[in-house]
C-alpha cells in the first residue's frame, strides 16, 4: 500500500503531457505580460494620446550616455539624445523618446550624426513632445515579451523535454 502511494516510476513523456506543460508555459508567460501592462497602464494611456500630437520637425542637439542609469556596470548605459524643435514660433527642447520607454536604442555617435528627427508634440502643450507616438512603442514592449516566451517555451522543448525522456528511459532500464 505504502509502494503505490509513493511510486517513483518517472513515465516518458506523452505528447499530451508536453503540449499541457506547454499550454501552462503560455499561461503563465501571458499572465506575467499582462501584469507588466497593468502595472504601466498610465504611461500606456498618455502614449496612446500621443497618436493624435502633430508631428514637427527638430534638431538633435546632444546625445549623450546616460551613465546615472547603468545599474549593472558591466553593458553600455542607456542614450539621451535632446531635440530641439520650433512649434508655433517658440522654441522647446525634449528628450522624452516615449511615455513607455525611454530608450532611445542606438550609441550617442549615432544621433549625433542625424541632423533632423520627426517628434510628435501635444498641441495643447506645445513643451511636451516624444520621438515616437502612438501604439508603435506598445506594440514593441508587447512583442519583446512575446519574443522572450517564445525562448523560455524553446528552452523547454528543446531541453526539458529530451532530458525528461532520458532520464525516464535510464530510470526505467535501473529498476
Known sequence: MVNELFDNRIDDPSLGAV????????????????????IQIFSIVDQIQTGNWEKSSGTVTNA??????NLDGDSNPPTVVTVAY????ENYTTSTHSFVSSGWGEDPEHWRAIESVDIYV????PSEAVYMAGWAV?????????????????????????????YAKVRRDKD
Open 64 to 69: 549623450e550616455w546616460n551613465y546615472d542609469a
Open 86 to 89: 520650433t512649434y508655433l514660433g
Open 19 to 38: 503540449f499541457k506543460t506547454s499550454r501552462n508555459i503560455v499561461i503563465v508567460g501571458l499572465c506575467v505580460i499582462l501584469f507588466m501592462l497593468a
Open 122 to 125: 501635444n498641441p495643447d502643450n
Open 138 to 166: 506598445i506594440m514593441d514592449e508587447v512583442a519583446s515579451g512575446l519574443s522572450f516566451l517564445g525562448l523560455i517555451l524553446g528552452l523547454y522543448i528543446v531541453i526539458v523535454v529530451p532530458a525528461w525522456i532520458i
